[in-house]
T-cell receptor, first 111, second 114 residues
Framework: NAGVTQTPKFRVLKTGQSMTLLCAQDMNHEYMYWYRQDPGMGLRLIHYSVGEGTTAKGEVPDGYNVSRLKKQNFLLGLESAAPSQTSVYFC??????????FGPGTRLTVT | AQSVAQPEDQVNVAEGNPLTVKCTYSVSGNPYLFWYVQYPNRGLQFLLKYITGDNLVKGSYGFEAEFNKSQTSFHLKKPSALVSDSALYFCAVRDANRDDKIIFGKGTRLHILP
C-alpha cells in the first residue's frame, strides 16, 4: 500500500499562475484534508471532505478550491497564485475517529 | 469553533529527564484529541489519541498523554527523554459533536540535550 501520495513534490509558480495539487489515498478512507504548514503558524486547515462529492471550508480557505470527484482523490487548486501562498502543503486522510495519515507534502514557492 | 493552544514554542530537556509538552483545547462538545510528531525533513506521524475511556493514554515511542477535562488539557509526557525525541510536536483536536474539522496547534519544538 502506498498510503497517501501527493503530486508534485515541489513547484515554483509565478504570481497569477494556477495549479492543482493532487492527493491520492489507497486506504478507502472517507475523510480527506488539506493543510498548509508555515513557520510559527503550525498546520492550518484549508479545506476538507467527509466523502466523495463533498467538500467543506477549513480555517484558511480563501484563494483555494477543492474537488473530491472520486473517493480516493482530493484535489487542491490555486486559481491565481499569490506569494502569501508560498508554503508546504500536506494532504491527509482518516477513518471516522480522526487519526490522520499524512502525505509527504508539496513545497510550493510563489514568486 | 474549536481551538488548540500550545503555550511553549520550544522546550529543552536533558537526556534521561522526564519531559512534558503542554496542550490546552477549546471545544463546545466532546473532544477527540491527538498528538503528532514531525522529525526534521520528514512527514507527520501519529503518536497517540484520546477518544473516550481512560484519561491516561499510551502511544508510540514511550509517549503518553493525560486527558484532563476540568483543565481542558492534554499534555504529552515521557518518563525519560532520548536525544532522538528531538522534533516538532503538534497537538490537534476534533469537536465530536460539531463537525469533522481537525484543528492543530502551532507546534512545540522539543530539544533533548545530550
Amino acid at each position: 500500500n502506498a498510503g497517501v501520495t501527493q503530486t508534485p513534490k515541489f513547484r515554483v509558480l509565478k504570481t497569477g499562475q494556477s495549479m492543482t495539487l493532487l492527493c491520492a489515498q489507497d486506504m478507502n478512507h472517507e475523510y480527506m484534508y488539506w493543510y498548509r504548514q508555515d513557520p510559527g503558524m503550525g498546520l492550518r486547515l484549508i479545506h476538507y471532505s467527509v466523502g466523495e462529492g463533498t467538500t467543506a471550508k477549513g480555517e484558511v480557505p480563501d484563494g483555494y478550491n477543492v474537488s473530491r470527484l472520486k473517493k480516493q482523490n482530493f484535489l487542491l487548486g490555486l486559481e491565481s497564485a499569490a506569494p502569501s501562498q508560498t508554503s508546504v502543503y500536506f494532504c491527509a486522510s482518516s477513518y471516522w475517529e480522526g487519526v490522520l495519515y499524512f502525505g509527504p507534502g508539496t513545497r510550493l514557492t510563489v514568486t | 469553533a474549536q481551538s488548540v493552544a500550545q503555550p511553549e514554542d520550544q522546550v529543552n530537556v536533558a537526556e534521561g529527564n522526564p519531559l512534558t509538552v503542554k496542550c490546552t483545547y477549546s471545544v463546545s462538545g466532546n473532544p477527540y484529541l491527538f498528538w503528532y510528531v514531525q522529525y526534521p525533513n520528514r512527514g507527520l506521524q501519529f503518536l497517540l489519541k484520546y477518544i473516550t475511556g481512560d484519561n491516561l493514554v499510551k502511544g508510540s515511542y514511550g509517549f503518553e498523554a493525560e486527558f484532563n477535562k476540568s483543565q481542558t488539557s492534554f499534555h504529552l509526557k515521557k518518563p525519560s527523554a532520548l536525544v532522538s525525541d528531538s522534533a516538532l510536536y503538534f497537538c490537534a483536536v476534533r469537536d465530536a459533536n460539531r463537525d469533522d474539522k481537525i484543528i492543530f496547534g502551532k507546534g512545540t519544538r522539543l530539544h533533548i540535550l545530550p
